[in-house]
């Protein structure tokens, strides 16, 4: 049975979770619980962070399905015996249909290492430093139909330098994507964050449509 005072959530993942390493870090004394990981890849490294924690993990890899609704269903319907209060992708590289974005509505989050509406798909950083940006970030949104196009819950800005590189630029941006991911998870947990339409609601006011700005802080 899962415990009632904590938000339970499940985590997705594709590849190496190092934001899932840090909901894992952070949930030894926030409000959150990660009932489950769920990965489409066999090979994801996240899988292993999950196992050395004692989280149940799952793998439903999308190539054994012959179309993207019926890898949706199984894992609608795997989520579903599991019961979580939240989904979060973290690093899940599936696009998820309106079925199964529909039946979660609201209780899916997303972090995309951009500053949305700019860039998003793929190649952030790589575009952001093509684009001449002097600034480029992280988001977390609720996830709806529109790709990388919810309600934006919250966003932390980097500089861009010089010197950059995209995979210099990329691991900037990935530290702070440890920092904010699990802040908005615990405002999730405690019942303060919510979505309305097209609008995320946090202490019961409509946050502005690019979000919290959360402040910088340069890591040593
Ligand atoms: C992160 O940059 C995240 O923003 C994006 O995919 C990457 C996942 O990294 N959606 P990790 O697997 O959490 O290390």
Redesign the pocket.
């Known amino acids: 049975m899962n415990h009632p005072s904590y938000c339970h959530i499940v985590v997705l ?10 909901l894992i870090d952070a949930s030894t004394t926030a409000n959150f619980k990660i009932s489950a990981v769920i990965s489409n890849n066999q090979e ?3 899988l292993q962070r999950a196992e050395k924690n004692n989280i149940p993990v799952q793998v439903i890899d999308h190539r054994s399905f012959e179309t993207r609704e019926d890898f949706d269903l199984i894992l609608r319907k795997t989520i579903d015996e599991i019961n979580p209060n939240l989904i979060v ?5 599936r696009i998820l249909g309106s079925n199964f974005v529909n039946h979660f509505s609201g209780r899916i989050l ?4 951009s500053l949305l509406p700019k860039y998003p798909g793929i190649n952030t950083h790589q575009r952001a430093l093509d684009g001449g940006e002097q600034e480029h970030g ?1 988001t977390v949104h609720f996830v709806t139909e529109a790709l990388d196009g919810g309600p934006i819950i919250a966003q932390m800005k980097v500089p861009v330098l010089e010197e950059d590189t995209p995979d210099i630029l ?1 691991a900037r ?2 530290n702070r ?1 440890h920092i904010i991911y699990p802040k908005t998870v615990a405002w999730f947990g405690a019942g303060r964050l919510r979505m309305e339409g097209t609008r995320a609601i946090l202490d019961g006011e409509p946050l502005p449509p690019t979000g919290v700005q959360i402040k910088y802080e340069p890591i040593p």
């Not at 993942?13 to 840090?22: D, E, K, M, T, W």
């Open positions: 993942i594709s590849g190496s979770g190092s934001n899932l390493q840090a994801a490294y996240g992708l973290a690093g899940f590289m997303n972090i995309h290492p992280v990329a941006v990935l994507e």
